[in-house]
Protein backbone atom coordinates (compact mmCIF):
# COMPACT_ATOMS: atom_id res chain seq x y z
CA UNK A 1 0.00 0.00 0.00
CA UNK A 2 1.36 3.71 -1.06
CA UNK A 3 1.17 5.50 2.59
CA UNK A 4 -0.30 9.26 2.11
CA UNK A 5 1.87 12.11 1.94
CA UNK A 6 0.49 14.89 4.73
CA UNK A 7 2.37 17.78 5.15
CA UNK A 8 2.02 19.18 8.67
CA UNK A 9 1.67 23.24 9.62
CA UNK A 10 5.18 24.24 10.63
CA UNK A 11 6.22 23.94 13.99
CA UNK A 12 9.06 26.06 14.56
CA UNK A 13 11.57 24.52 17.21
CA UNK A 14 12.44 26.73 19.30
CA UNK A 15 13.69 24.25 22.33
CA UNK A 16 15.06 27.08 24.81
CA UNK A 17 12.23 29.62 24.41
CA UNK A 18 14.72 31.90 22.82
CA UNK A 19 12.13 34.44 21.04
CA UNK A 20 11.14 34.66 24.68
CA UNK A 21 13.39 37.77 24.73
CA UNK A 22 12.27 39.53 21.35
CA UNK A 23 10.33 42.45 22.28
CA UNK A 24 7.07 42.82 21.56
CA UNK A 25 7.85 44.91 18.22
CA UNK A 26 10.25 42.14 16.94
CA UNK A 27 7.20 39.29 17.84
CA UNK A 28 4.98 40.91 15.89
CA UNK A 29 7.25 41.76 12.62
CA UNK A 30 8.17 37.48 13.23
CA UNK A 31 4.95 36.48 13.07
CA UNK A 32 3.78 38.80 10.10
CA UNK A 33 6.88 37.36 7.70
CA UNK A 34 6.09 33.10 9.05
CA UNK A 35 2.64 34.05 8.08
CA UNK A 36 3.21 35.67 4.57
CA UNK A 37 5.99 32.74 3.85
CA UNK A 38 3.07 29.95 4.46
CA UNK A 39 0.44 32.44 2.68
CA UNK A 40 2.66 33.23 -0.35
CA UNK A 41 5.88 30.94 -0.53
CA UNK A 42 5.21 27.99 0.51
CA UNK A 43 2.54 27.12 -1.98
CA UNK A 44 4.65 28.58 -5.06
CA UNK A 45 8.06 28.05 -3.78
CA UNK A 46 8.79 24.67 -6.04
CA UNK A 47 7.24 26.16 -9.06
CA UNK A 48 9.59 29.37 -8.82
CA UNK A 49 12.57 27.06 -8.14
CA UNK A 50 11.54 24.36 -10.95
CA UNK A 51 10.87 26.91 -12.99
CA UNK A 52 14.48 29.44 -12.42
CA UNK A 53 13.00 32.42 -11.23
CA UNK A 54 11.79 35.02 -8.20
CA UNK A 55 8.43 36.13 -8.39
CA UNK A 56 7.95 39.63 -8.88
CA UNK A 57 5.15 39.99 -6.38
CA UNK A 58 7.09 39.22 -3.55
CA UNK A 59 9.47 41.66 -3.99
CA UNK A 60 6.41 44.22 -3.88
CA UNK A 61 5.45 42.29 -0.69
CA UNK A 62 8.32 42.27 0.75
CA UNK A 63 8.56 46.35 0.75
CA UNK A 64 5.14 46.70 1.65
CA UNK A 65 6.05 44.57 4.84
CA UNK A 66 8.83 47.00 5.24
CA UNK A 67 11.89 44.43 5.40
CA UNK A 68 13.95 46.09 2.45
CA UNK A 69 16.84 47.74 4.67
CA UNK A 70 15.03 47.57 7.73
CA UNK A 71 17.66 48.86 10.05
CA UNK A 72 18.43 51.65 8.09
CA UNK A 73 16.55 55.09 9.88
CA UNK A 74 13.26 55.89 8.99
CA UNK A 75 14.15 59.21 7.52
CA UNK A 76 14.99 57.42 4.05
CA UNK A 77 11.54 55.40 4.51
CA UNK A 78 13.12 52.78 6.14
CA UNK A 79 11.54 51.14 8.95
CA UNK A 80 14.97 51.71 11.58
CA UNK A 81 15.03 48.63 13.36
CA UNK A 82 16.81 46.19 15.29
CA UNK A 83 19.41 43.92 13.93
CA UNK A 84 18.03 41.50 16.03
CA UNK A 85 14.67 41.91 14.33
CA UNK A 86 16.64 41.69 10.81
CA UNK A 87 17.96 38.61 11.93
CA UNK A 88 14.53 37.37 12.32
CA UNK A 89 13.12 38.43 9.82
CA UNK A 90 16.27 36.38 7.23
CA UNK A 91 15.45 33.35 9.46
CA UNK A 92 11.48 33.09 9.05
CA UNK A 93 12.63 33.91 5.23
CA UNK A 94 15.08 31.30 4.65
CA UNK A 95 12.39 28.97 6.67
CA UNK A 96 10.55 29.33 2.60
CA UNK A 97 14.03 29.07 0.59
CA UNK A 98 17.51 30.63 1.02
CA UNK A 99 16.94 32.89 -2.34
CA UNK A 100 14.43 34.92 -0.69
CA UNK A 101 16.69 35.80 2.30
CA UNK A 102 19.20 36.35 -0.40
CA UNK A 103 17.19 38.87 -2.19
CA UNK A 104 16.52 40.70 1.29
CA UNK A 105 20.48 40.30 1.72
CA UNK A 106 21.64 41.81 -1.00
CA UNK A 107 18.86 44.97 -1.14
CA UNK A 108 19.50 46.08 2.22
CA UNK A 109 23.21 45.07 3.50
CA UNK A 110 24.88 44.93 0.24
CA UNK A 111 23.02 47.73 -1.80
CA UNK A 112 20.97 50.20 0.67
CA UNK A 113 23.71 50.31 3.35
CA UNK A 114 26.49 51.38 1.30
CA UNK A 115 24.61 54.77 -0.20
CA UNK A 116 23.44 54.91 3.31
CA UNK A 117 26.70 54.81 4.72
CA UNK A 118 29.19 55.63 2.12
CA UNK A 119 26.59 57.96 -0.20
CA UNK A 120 26.04 61.26 -0.47
CA UNK A 121 22.80 63.19 0.75
CA UNK A 122 21.44 63.50 -2.97
CA UNK A 123 21.94 59.89 -3.56
CA UNK A 124 20.53 58.46 -0.15
CA UNK A 125 17.47 61.08 -1.01
CA UNK A 126 17.63 59.40 -4.41
CA UNK A 127 17.64 56.03 -4.16
CA UNK A 128 16.82 54.51 -0.62
CA UNK A 129 13.19 55.20 -0.19
CA UNK A 130 12.55 53.11 -3.50
CA UNK A 131 14.90 50.83 -2.55
CA UNK A 132 13.20 49.92 0.67
CA UNK A 133 9.73 49.85 -1.17
CA UNK A 134 11.38 47.31 -3.78
CA UNK A 135 10.37 49.59 -6.57
CA UNK A 136 14.44 50.13 -7.36
CA UNK A 137 16.38 46.85 -7.41
CA UNK A 138 19.99 47.20 -6.56
CA UNK A 139 22.69 44.39 -6.43
CA UNK A 140 26.55 44.37 -5.30
CA UNK A 141 29.07 43.55 -7.95
CA UNK A 142 32.42 42.58 -5.84
CA UNK A 143 33.46 39.08 -7.56
CA UNK A 144 35.26 38.53 -10.37
CA UNK A 145 36.00 35.92 -12.95
CA UNK A 146 39.63 34.97 -11.34
CA UNK A 147 38.57 37.03 -7.58
CA UNK A 148 36.64 35.41 -6.17
CA UNK A 149 38.05 34.92 -2.05
CA UNK A 150 40.49 37.02 -3.02
CA UNK A 151 38.35 40.79 -3.77
CA UNK A 152 41.93 42.47 -3.28
CA UNK A 153 43.20 41.67 -6.52
CA UNK A 154 40.51 42.97 -8.64
CA UNK A 155 41.11 43.71 -11.88
CA UNK A 156 37.83 46.32 -12.68
CA UNK A 157 39.44 49.85 -12.99
CA UNK A 158 37.88 53.56 -13.08
CA UNK A 159 39.80 55.66 -14.60
CA UNK A 160 39.19 59.66 -13.78
CA UNK A 161 37.48 62.17 -16.26
CA UNK A 162 35.54 64.93 -16.91
CA UNK A 163 32.99 65.20 -14.89
CA UNK A 164 32.80 61.37 -13.90
CA UNK A 165 34.41 58.18 -14.17
CA UNK A 166 35.18 55.39 -16.97
CA UNK A 167 34.59 51.85 -15.34
CA UNK A 168 35.82 49.01 -17.43
CA UNK A 169 36.03 45.00 -15.75
CA UNK A 170 33.62 41.84 -15.54
CA UNK A 171 31.66 40.93 -12.28
CA UNK A 172 30.30 37.16 -12.06
CA UNK A 173 28.05 35.58 -9.85
CA UNK A 174 25.90 38.59 -8.81
CA UNK A 175 22.47 38.17 -7.36
CA UNK A 176 19.74 39.90 -8.55
CA UNK A 177 22.33 41.18 -11.42
CA UNK A 178 19.59 40.97 -14.65
CA UNK A 179 16.50 42.41 -12.66
CA UNK A 180 18.60 45.35 -10.33
CA UNK A 181 17.89 49.18 -11.80
CA UNK A 182 21.50 49.19 -9.81
CA UNK A 183 24.32 47.88 -9.10
CA UNK A 184 26.92 48.72 -6.36
CA UNK A 185 29.96 48.12 -8.32
CA UNK A 186 33.42 48.13 -6.79
CA UNK A 187 36.45 49.15 -8.46
CA UNK A 188 40.16 50.46 -8.53
CA UNK A 189 40.84 53.99 -9.05
CA UNK A 190 44.36 55.06 -9.00
CA UNK A 191 44.83 51.39 -7.02
CA UNK A 192 42.46 51.80 -4.51
CA UNK A 193 39.15 50.07 -4.62
CA UNK A 194 36.27 52.70 -4.51
CA UNK A 195 32.63 52.15 -4.89
CA UNK A 196 30.23 53.82 -8.07
CA UNK A 197 26.41 53.34 -8.83
CA UNK A 198 25.99 51.88 -12.20
CA UNK A 199 22.50 52.09 -13.48
CA UNK A 200 21.05 49.69 -15.29
CA UNK A 201 20.61 51.84 -18.71
CA UNK A 202 24.20 53.01 -19.01
CA UNK A 203 26.04 52.36 -21.74
CA UNK A 204 28.53 50.25 -22.23
CA UNK A 205 26.67 47.77 -19.24
CA UNK A 206 25.32 44.98 -19.58
CA UNK A 207 24.13 41.89 -16.53
CA UNK A 208 23.47 38.55 -18.73
CA UNK A 209 21.72 36.11 -16.36
CA UNK A 210 24.01 32.95 -15.55
CA UNK A 211 22.04 29.61 -15.79
CA UNK A 212 22.56 25.99 -15.23
CA UNK A 213 22.65 26.40 -11.17
CA UNK A 214 21.55 23.50 -9.27
CA UNK A 215 21.37 25.48 -6.03
CA UNK A 216 19.73 28.80 -5.49
CA UNK A 217 17.22 28.38 -8.11
CA UNK A 218 14.90 30.69 -7.14
CA UNK A 219 16.96 33.22 -7.20
CA UNK A 220 18.71 35.66 -10.08
CA UNK A 221 22.03 35.23 -10.71
CA UNK A 222 24.12 37.48 -13.12
CA UNK A 223 27.16 38.59 -14.96
CA UNK A 224 27.88 42.07 -15.00
CA UNK A 225 29.88 43.78 -17.69
CA UNK A 226 30.83 46.71 -18.05
CA UNK A 227 32.80 48.04 -21.08
CA UNK A 228 34.11 51.58 -21.24
CA UNK A 229 30.75 52.80 -18.55
CA UNK A 230 30.27 56.42 -17.93
CA UNK A 231 29.65 57.16 -14.22
CA UNK A 232 29.19 60.93 -13.60
CA UNK A 233 30.63 62.21 -10.49
CA UNK A 234 27.46 61.87 -8.52
CA UNK A 235 27.52 58.56 -8.47
CA UNK A 236 30.52 58.25 -7.04
CA UNK A 237 30.38 56.50 -3.38
CA UNK A 238 32.62 59.39 -1.42
CA UNK A 239 32.84 57.77 1.95
CA UNK A 240 34.32 54.11 1.22
CA UNK A 241 38.21 53.80 0.17
CA UNK A 242 39.80 50.25 0.16
CA UNK A 243 38.79 47.02 1.11
CA UNK A 244 37.00 48.29 4.30
CA UNK A 245 34.21 49.74 2.01
CA UNK A 246 32.43 46.51 0.71
CA UNK A 247 33.54 44.74 3.80
CA UNK A 248 31.40 46.96 6.07
CA UNK A 249 28.78 45.65 3.61
CA UNK A 250 29.55 41.90 3.75
CA UNK A 251 29.64 41.91 7.76
CA UNK A 252 26.11 42.67 7.54
CA UNK A 253 24.87 40.12 4.74
CA UNK A 254 27.06 37.41 6.81
CA UNK A 255 25.07 38.30 9.75
CA UNK A 256 21.79 37.98 8.13
CA UNK A 257 23.10 34.04 6.64
CA UNK A 258 23.76 33.28 10.84
CA UNK A 259 20.17 33.93 11.24
CA UNK A 260 18.37 32.61 7.82
CA UNK A 261 20.39 29.47 7.71
CA UNK A 262 18.59 28.68 10.67
CA UNK A 263 15.50 28.82 9.12
CA UNK A 264 16.33 26.77 6.60
CA UNK A 265 17.64 24.10 9.39
CA UNK A 266 14.51 24.67 11.32
CA UNK A 267 12.13 23.43 8.28
CA UNK A 268 14.48 20.17 7.72
CA UNK A 269 14.26 19.30 11.42
CA UNK A 270 10.13 20.38 11.16
CA UNK A 271 10.19 17.82 8.20
CA UNK A 272 12.12 15.01 9.01
CA UNK A 273 10.05 15.05 12.53
CA UNK A 274 6.69 14.68 10.98
CA UNK A 275 8.30 12.44 8.65
CA UNK A 276 9.93 9.77 10.54
CA UNK A 277 6.50 9.96 12.83
CA UNK A 278 4.47 9.20 10.22
CA UNK A 279 6.50 7.03 8.07
CA UNK A 280 5.83 3.04 9.07
CA UNK A 281 8.62 0.49 7.97
CA UNK A 282 8.75 -3.01 9.88
CA UNK A 283 5.43 -2.15 11.51
CA UNK A 284 6.61 1.16 13.59
CA UNK A 285 6.79 4.41 12.21
CA UNK A 286 10.80 4.88 11.97
CA UNK A 287 10.91 7.49 14.77
CA UNK A 288 10.87 4.60 17.00
CA UNK A 289 14.14 3.24 15.67
CA UNK A 290 16.88 4.64 18.33
CA UNK A 291 19.26 6.14 15.35
CA UNK A 292 16.59 8.18 13.70
CA UNK A 293 15.76 9.32 17.40
CA UNK A 294 19.80 9.82 17.53
CA UNK A 295 19.47 12.22 14.67
CA UNK A 296 16.62 13.93 15.51
CA UNK A 297 18.25 14.75 18.68
CA UNK A 298 21.71 15.93 17.27
CA UNK A 299 19.47 18.28 15.00
CA UNK A 300 17.51 19.79 17.87
CA UNK A 301 21.06 20.25 19.65
CA UNK A 302 22.73 22.16 17.19
CA UNK A 303 19.65 24.00 15.91
CA UNK A 304 19.20 25.10 19.53
CA UNK A 305 23.26 26.00 19.72
CA UNK A 306 22.89 28.25 16.57
CA UNK A 307 20.03 30.05 18.02
CA UNK A 308 21.85 31.48 20.97
CA UNK A 309 24.85 32.16 18.95
CA UNK A 310 22.97 34.31 16.61
CA UNK A 311 20.61 36.21 19.29
CA UNK A 312 23.51 36.87 21.68
CA UNK A 313 25.58 38.26 18.08
CA UNK A 314 21.93 40.09 17.55
CA UNK A 315 22.11 41.92 20.82
CA UNK A 316 25.70 42.87 20.73
CA UNK A 317 25.35 44.16 17.17
CA UNK A 318 22.31 46.16 18.30
CA UNK A 319 24.85 47.61 21.22
CA UNK A 320 27.46 48.17 18.45
CA UNK A 321 29.90 46.20 20.89
CA UNK A 322 31.27 43.63 18.02
CA UNK A 323 34.26 42.76 15.58
CA UNK A 324 33.89 41.22 12.61
CA UNK A 325 35.58 37.67 13.70
CA UNK A 326 32.46 37.22 15.98
CA UNK A 327 30.06 37.30 12.39
CA UNK A 328 32.72 35.23 11.06
CA UNK A 329 32.18 32.63 13.43
CA UNK A 330 28.07 32.52 13.93
CA UNK A 331 28.05 32.47 9.48
CA UNK A 332 30.35 29.31 9.57
CA UNK A 333 28.71 27.63 12.47
CA UNK A 334 24.80 28.37 11.34
CA UNK A 335 25.71 27.32 7.77
CA UNK A 336 27.61 24.30 8.39
CA UNK A 337 24.74 22.64 10.59
CA UNK A 338 22.09 23.61 8.31
CA UNK A 339 23.56 22.05 5.78
CA UNK A 340 24.14 18.72 8.17
CA UNK A 341 20.94 19.07 9.22
CA UNK A 342 19.88 19.28 5.30
CA UNK A 343 21.31 16.11 4.46
CA UNK A 344 20.63 13.75 7.80
CA UNK A 345 16.81 15.02 7.17
CA UNK A 346 17.52 14.05 3.08
CA UNK A 347 18.49 10.19 4.63
CA UNK A 348 15.52 10.49 6.95
CA UNK A 349 13.41 10.91 4.28
CA UNK A 350 14.37 7.84 2.33
CA UNK A 351 14.02 7.92 -1.46
CA UNK A 352 11.12 10.53 -0.68
CA UNK A 353 13.60 13.12 -0.05
CA UNK A 354 15.08 13.83 -2.93
CA UNK A 355 11.38 14.81 -4.46
CA UNK A 356 10.15 18.19 -4.61
CA UNK A 357 7.23 17.28 -2.32
CA UNK A 358 9.14 18.01 0.29
CA UNK A 359 11.48 20.58 0.79
CA UNK A 360 14.91 19.29 2.11
CA UNK A 361 16.45 18.91 -1.15
CA UNK A 362 16.11 22.25 -2.18
CA UNK A 363 17.16 23.63 1.27
CA UNK A 364 20.53 21.09 1.26
CA UNK A 365 21.13 22.78 -2.59
CA UNK A 366 20.60 26.02 -1.49
CA UNK A 367 23.22 25.68 1.31
CA UNK A 368 25.72 24.96 -0.98
CA UNK A 369 25.81 28.24 -2.13
CA UNK A 370 25.53 30.04 1.18
CA UNK A 371 28.41 27.81 2.21
CA UNK A 372 30.34 29.34 -0.40
CA UNK A 373 29.19 32.82 -1.10
CA UNK A 374 30.08 35.95 1.18
CA UNK A 375 32.78 34.51 2.03
CA UNK A 376 33.28 30.85 1.99
CA UNK A 377 33.61 28.16 4.99
CA UNK A 378 37.47 28.10 4.69
CA UNK A 379 37.54 31.37 4.90
CA UNK A 380 35.82 31.89 7.51
CA UNK A 381 37.85 29.65 9.37
CA UNK A 382 41.02 31.51 8.39
CA UNK A 383 39.97 34.64 9.63
CA UNK A 384 38.85 33.14 12.83
CA UNK A 385 42.43 31.51 13.06
CA UNK A 386 44.15 34.88 12.14
CA UNK A 387 42.43 36.55 14.82
CA UNK A 388 43.47 33.42 17.42
CA UNK A 389 47.41 33.82 16.57
CA UNK A 390 48.14 37.17 14.85
CA UNK A 391 49.22 35.20 11.36
CA UNK A 392 47.34 35.34 8.41
CA UNK A 393 47.64 32.42 5.91
CA UNK A 394 45.50 33.65 2.90
CA UNK A 395 48.72 34.38 0.87
CA UNK A 396 51.75 31.82 0.51
CA UNK A 397 54.86 32.21 -1.43
CA UNK A 398 55.72 29.01 -3.39
P1 LIG B 1 42.72 42.23 4.81
O1 LIG B 1 44.18 42.60 4.84
O2 LIG B 1 42.21 41.23 5.77
O3 LIG B 1 41.85 43.54 4.92
C1 LIG B 1 41.94 44.61 3.97
C2 LIG B 1 41.23 45.81 4.53
O4 LIG B 1 39.86 45.50 4.76
C3 LIG B 1 39.56 45.63 6.16
N1 LIG B 1 38.69 44.52 6.55
C4 LIG B 1 37.48 44.68 7.10
N2 LIG B 1 36.79 45.77 7.40
C5 LIG B 1 35.57 45.61 7.94
N3 LIG B 1 35.03 44.39 8.15
C6 LIG B 1 35.69 43.26 7.84
N4 LIG B 1 35.11 42.08 8.01
C7 LIG B 1 36.98 43.37 7.28
N5 LIG B 1 37.91 42.48 6.84
C8 LIG B 1 38.95 43.19 6.41
C9 LIG B 1 40.89 45.54 6.87
O5 LIG B 1 40.85 46.18 8.12
C10 LIG B 1 41.80 46.24 5.89
O6 LIG B 1 41.58 47.64 6.02
P2 LIG B 1 42.79 48.68 5.76
O7 LIG B 1 42.18 50.00 6.04
O8 LIG B 1 43.87 48.27 6.71
O9 LIG B 1 43.17 48.49 4.32
O10 LIG B 1 42.39 41.78 3.33
P3 LIG B 1 42.77 40.49 2.55
O11 LIG B 1 42.85 40.86 1.11
O12 LIG B 1 43.93 39.77 3.17
O13 LIG B 1 41.40 39.68 2.79
C11 LIG B 1 41.40 38.42 3.13
C12 LIG B 1 39.99 37.83 3.33
C13 LIG B 1 40.09 36.39 2.92
C14 LIG B 1 39.62 37.92 4.78
C15 LIG B 1 38.87 38.53 2.56
O14 LIG B 1 39.27 38.93 1.35
C16 LIG B 1 37.58 37.80 2.50
O15 LIG B 1 36.76 37.85 3.44
N6 LIG B 1 37.25 37.11 1.38
C17 LIG B 1 35.92 36.59 1.13
C18 LIG B 1 35.27 37.35 0.00
C19 LIG B 1 33.82 37.49 0.17
O16 LIG B 1 33.23 37.36 1.24
N7 LIG B 1 33.14 37.82 -0.92
C20 LIG B 1 31.71 38.02 -0.87
C21 LIG B 1 31.21 38.59 -2.17
S1 LIG B 1 29.55 39.22 -2.06
C22 LIG B 1 28.57 37.87 -1.95
O17 LIG B 1 28.99 36.75 -1.89
C23 LIG B 1 27.13 38.16 -1.94
S2 LIG B 1 26.08 36.78 -1.91
C24 LIG B 1 24.66 37.59 -1.53
C25 LIG B 1 23.46 36.74 -1.46
O18 LIG B 1 22.94 36.32 -2.52
O19 LIG B 1 22.94 36.56 -0.31
P1 LIG C 1 37.49 30.56 -4.83
O1 LIG C 1 37.90 31.81 -4.15
O2 LIG C 1 38.15 30.23 -6.12
O3 LIG C 1 37.65 29.35 -3.81
C1 LIG C 1 37.63 27.99 -4.25
C2 LIG C 1 38.01 27.11 -3.06
O4 LIG C 1 39.33 27.46 -2.61
C3 LIG C 1 37.09 27.32 -1.84
O5 LIG C 1 36.92 26.08 -1.19
C4 LIG C 1 37.87 28.26 -0.95
O6 LIG C 1 37.53 28.13 0.44
C5 LIG C 1 39.31 27.79 -1.23
N1 LIG C 1 40.30 28.85 -0.96
C6 LIG C 1 40.42 30.05 -1.59
N2 LIG C 1 41.45 30.74 -1.07
C7 LIG C 1 41.99 29.97 -0.11
C8 LIG C 1 43.08 30.12 0.81
N3 LIG C 1 43.83 31.23 0.85
N4 LIG C 1 43.34 29.11 1.67
C9 LIG C 1 42.60 27.98 1.68
N5 LIG C 1 41.55 27.77 0.84
C10 LIG C 1 41.26 28.76 -0.03
N6 LIG C 1 29.56 37.75 -5.24
C11 LIG C 1 29.26 39.09 -5.29
O7 LIG C 1 30.15 39.93 -5.36
N7 LIG C 1 27.97 39.51 -5.29
C12 LIG C 1 26.93 38.65 -5.23
O8 LIG C 1 25.76 39.08 -5.20
C13 LIG C 1 27.21 37.25 -5.20
N8 LIG C 1 26.17 36.36 -5.24
C14 LIG C 1 26.46 35.01 -5.36
C15 LIG C 1 25.42 34.11 -5.56
C16 LIG C 1 25.69 32.76 -5.72
C17 LIG C 1 24.57 31.80 -5.99
C18 LIG C 1 27.02 32.28 -5.62
C19 LIG C 1 27.31 30.82 -5.74
C20 LIG C 1 28.06 33.17 -5.43
C21 LIG C 1 27.80 34.55 -5.31
N9 LIG C 1 28.83 35.49 -5.19
C22 LIG C 1 28.57 36.84 -5.21
C23 LIG C 1 30.23 35.05 -5.28
C24 LIG C 1 30.78 34.47 -3.97
O9 LIG C 1 31.00 35.45 -3.02
C25 LIG C 1 32.09 33.73 -4.32
O10 LIG C 1 31.70 32.57 -5.02
C26 LIG C 1 32.88 33.38 -3.07
O11 LIG C 1 33.43 34.53 -2.48
C27 LIG C 1 34.01 32.38 -3.39
O12 LIG C 1 34.73 32.75 -4.50
P2 LIG C 1 35.01 31.69 -5.70
O13 LIG C 1 33.72 31.07 -6.06
O14 LIG C 1 35.77 32.40 -6.75
O15 LIG C 1 35.88 30.56 -5.05
Not at 223 to 242: I, M, T, W
Not at 330 to 342: F, R, S, Y
Request: proline share 4%; net charge negative; aromatic share 10%.
Amino acid sequence: MVQEVIQMPYEALDFYDIDRMLTEEEIMLRDMVRDWVDEKVIPNIEDAYNGGYFPDEWIRDLGEMGVLGMVIPEDYGCAGMSYTAYGVVCRELERGDSGLRSFCSVQGSLSMHPIHKFGTEEQKQKYLPGMATGEIIGCFGLTEPDYGSNPGGMVTKAEKVEGGYILNGAKMWITNGTIADLAIVWAKLDGVIRGFIVEKDDEGFTAPEQKGKHSLRASVTSELVLQDVFVPEDRYLPGAKGLGGPFSCLNRARYGIAWGSLGSAQACFDAAKNYAMDRIQFDHPIAAYQLIQMKLATMLREITKGQLLAYHLGRRVDEDDWFPEMVSLAKMNNVDIALEIARVARDIHGANGVTDEYPIMRHMNNLESVKTYEGTHDIHNLILARHITGIQSFTRKL
